[in-house]
């Protein structure tokens, strides 16, 4: 598996790996305003527009295949972590959170996990911090982590 920078080659694959996670894990517990939210989020149109700003999108590739996606916004927010579903559990977002954490650029790195995610943040080092909150029918555990800028590699 590598895990590299996404291309704009990538946004297709890239959209439908985090779609299809989503309906999996996340969608079952959400309104339709939330399904739908995420869904623009996630598109393909999307990916590739972030992809000229300031975020950092990384992709992991096994056998040719994009396996998951991870977007870290502003150097200090993971706005994305899916791993496709029958990649999961295999360590492809561990290596992708520690990848992306390699770009941070604050002492504190934040996510709005979903609820249904919570405890894989638990498990890369995250603690929950605040209330449970909604957002354009999003619901989410904001959390937090502390990150050594340090490390940083660009």
């Given at each position: 598996m590598t895990i590299r920078r996404m291309t704009p080659d990538d946004v297709h694959a890239a959209?439908?790996?985090?779609l299809e996670a989503f309906t999996v894990a996340v969608a079952p517990t959400l309104s339709a305003q939330g399904i739908a939210t995420f869904a623009?989020?996630?598109s393909a149109a999307a990916f590739a527009t972030r992809l000229q700003g300031d975020n950092v999108l990384l992709v992991a590739?096994?056998?040719g295949a994009i396996r998951g996606v991870a977007e870290?916004?502003?150097g200090r927010h993971v706005a994305m972590l899916f791993v496709a579903p029958d990649g999961q559990q295999r360590g492809i977002g561990r290596a992708?959170?520690?990848a992306l954490l390699a770009h941070a650029r604050a002492p504190l790195i934040t996510v709005s996990a979903s609820l249904t995610s919570v405890p894989a943040y638990v498990r890369y080092g995250f603690v929950c911090a605040g209330?449970?909150?909604t957002a354009s029918g999003l619901v989410y555990q904001p959390m937090h982590?502390?990150?050594d800028v340090a490390a940083r590699v660009d």
């Open positions: 959209s439908a790996v985090c623009g989020v996630a590739v096994d056998a870290l916004k502003e992708l959170m520690t209330e449970v909150a982590k502390p990150h």
